[in-house]
């Protein structure tokens, strides 16, 4: 009887240990696939989730940006299903910047946002 019943802990221990693991996977790719970057023709909104609880959000208008910076590093950037990379949008006041890292495709969002001040 000693041995079942050390068995079956030893079971549910690693369940436990599984279902944790489970459930801060999906909290941190909740918290990932939440982040946007919306773009229009008038202004750049960017919703950081920091948590499921709080969220930062930021906006530039276009005619405010100066400088779009797009960064993409390692041999995996060459390949379009790697294509992510860190966009810094930065405006003319000195305390909105737009930083957003893991962003798809970051120098199209660049030419996207550049194309679009043109207009």
Known sequence: MQGLLSTFWYVMSHIIVFLVFVL???YF?????LDKLIVTNQRV???NWRTLTFKDESEAFLNDIQDIQSYERGI???F???DYGRIIIETASS???ILFSDAPDPEGIRQIIYHLRQQ
């Open 29 to 33: 790719s909740l918290v990932f696939w």
């Open 76 to 78: 995996f950037s060459y």
């Open 24 to 26: 801060v996977i999906t």
């Open 95 to 97: 305390h909105t910047t």
């Open 45 to 47: 909104v960017f919703i």
């Open 80 to 82: 379009w299903v790697f």
